[in-house]
């Protein structure tokens, strides 16, 4: 019964009410209790690294608290390299008009945007989507999922509109999802599809 409530806790990562881990195990209330009670104080014995936890009428696996600064170490976690302003214009170019082109970054930009739009690759914050149906066939990028966690968003809706006079046309506002086939009127099929 310890290692099934074990396995149910460790599994679970939050609070379990001992009335649940009663009926799983199918024991008894008070026989489930003595044996989360036998497991706590076993890991405390031990001085192992994780503990069990009693809250009210619930058990939850954690950390042990004089380990917390190493584990807090360990899972540190560092903050990504800052865009450059470069960077940050491209990414902005490609999720205002996606899919689009390398060329229209850097028809809107102003510059060559090769070296960004690799680094933006790299960092996973846009992706290839296809092919332009003209003569080249020039790539299609469009942004990631990353791109939309990166910046707190849950959608492309969520972007600030463009002043009256920013670009062209009206900016595309739709992050495909990566199970539907993206196929813009002037584009093929997506690449790998």
Known sequence: MEAAIEGILFAAGEPVKLERLALATGAELMDCAHAAQ?????????????RLVRTDDSWQMCSAPEYAQTIRRALERRKPPQLSQAALEALSVVAYYQPTTRAYVEQIRGTDSSYTMGLLQERGLIEECGRLAVPGRPILYRTTS???????????????????????GEPRREVPSEDAPQEPPTQETPKGM
Do not use: Q
Request: cysteine-free; proline content about 8%.
């Open 38 to 50: 036998r497991l706590s104080d076993r890991y405390r014995f031990e001085r192992r690294g994780i």
């Open 146 to 168: 990353l791109f939309l966690r990166s910046f707190g968003m849950t959608s492309l809706d969520e972007l600030p509109p463009l002043p009256e006079n920013a670009g062209d």
